[in-house]
DNA sequence: TATATGATTGCCT
DNA sequence: GGCAATCATATAG
């Protein structure tokens, strides 16, 4: 299996988030490989208020400045970015762009293909369906055993950890605004398989606004 | 330096 | 559908 290279990812994040639909996702442990087809990600560019530290470092006066953990967006393109939300969730992101240009993708839920009985043990027992293993940014770093300390930074083009293509047809590509979001609403930036049911149950964050607004002038 | 909050999940009713 | 868990980082003061 050929690893995607860093060419690839040195292109621009929307085309990038874009392509990874349908791309596998390999992780090589000790042992075995574990795999899912990517079907859902979402794209985070230098220009977009919902990026981390985008304030602080994009600032108002048009002078950037890659500082804290930020600065880990400028790097090398194919690097892991990994991100840590709500105690122990970890996010897999893999920069894009050129070096020196912020961008990343999130890899947000993944089909399994290979190894889904280890992707088991790594998640908890009360999971049974087998979609509940991947449908989630969390959830499948947790599968896969991918973790800040020892993913954040690393090269993603080959073992133990880099993405690949298969022969297999390109999958239907949807786009939504993206979820969990409270800036950059408005961007349409998830790719998704439409009716694939790993793909996670969030709602896009633009529909989550509406219906808090329609909630609120009810009240009134 | 101090506080607020999130690119979520899992378990509860 | 609600809510707690729980802390690094961003942003306010």
């Not at 969390?138 to 080959?158: E, N, S, V």
């Amino acid at each position: 299996m050929k690893p995607l290279d860093r060419a690839y990812f040195a292109r621009p994040t929307l085309q990038v988030a874009r392509d990874l639909i349908g791309v596998l996702l390999v992780r090589e442990r000790g042992g075995g490989r574990l795999i899912g087809r990517i079907v859902e990600t979402e794209a985070y560019t230098g220009d977009d208020p919902a990026m981390h530290g985008w304030k602080a470092t994009f600032g108002d006066d048009g002078v950037v400045r890659p500082e804290g953990r930020a600065a880990d967006l400028f790097v090398a393109p194919a690097t892991a970015y990994v991100y840590r939300i709500y105690y122990t969730n970890w996010l897999l992101n893999v920069v894009t762009e050129p070096e020196g240009t912020a961008g990343a993708v999130l890899i947000r839920a993944l089909q399994p293909v290979e190894g889904i009985e280890r992707m088991r043990a790594h998640r908890p027992d009360s999971i049974r369906r087998e979609r509940d293993l991947t449908n989630g940014p969390g959830k499948l770093t947790q599968a896969l055993g991918i973790d800040d300390a020892t993913f954040h930074g690393t090269d993603l083009t080959g073992p133990p950890l880099y993405f690949a293509e298969d022969d297999m047809p390109k999958p239907e590509i949807a786009a939504s605004s993206r979820i969990g979001l409270t800036r950059g609403v408005e961007r349409p930036w998830r790719f998704f398989v439409p009716e694939n049911p790993f793909v996670s149950p969030g709602v896009p964050s633009d529909v989550k606004q509406a219906r808090k607004e329609a909630k609120r002038r009810g009240r009134s």
